[in-house]
């Protein structure tokens, strides 16, 4: 019904099966290394938002004159947005 199964075959299925644990195990570190360097990148730019938007409040709430005049206008395109932030 089964069949007969040599010692020989039974040692190659266990080699395969060590060989892809190894190499689930291998991928899984290398996602958990991906996965940590961007959210370290997803942190560092909302950590940005949040120092540059705490700027702007207190460039608005320092008696009402509003945001300094000789702040650097944001960029008026996508593409030197994305210019600015080659960095990341």
Do not use: C, I
């Not at 069949?3 to 020989?8: A, E, I, P, Q, Y």
């Not at 958990?32 to 608005?60: Q, V």
């Amino acid at each position: 019904m089964f069949g007969l199964v040599t010692k020989r075959e039974l040692d190659q299925l266990r080699a395969d099966l060590v060989k892809d644990v190894r190499d689930g195990k291998a991928l899984q570190e290398e996602l958990a290394y991906e996965w940590a360097k961007w959210f370290n990148k997803f942190r560092s730019l909302y950590a940005l938002l949040l120092k540059r938007e705490k700027k702007t409040a207190e460039g608005l709430d320092d008696g009402g004159s509003g945001p300094r005049e000789d702040a650097p206008a944001p960029p008026s395109s996508l593409a030197a947005l994305k210019r600015g932030l080659r960095g990341f």
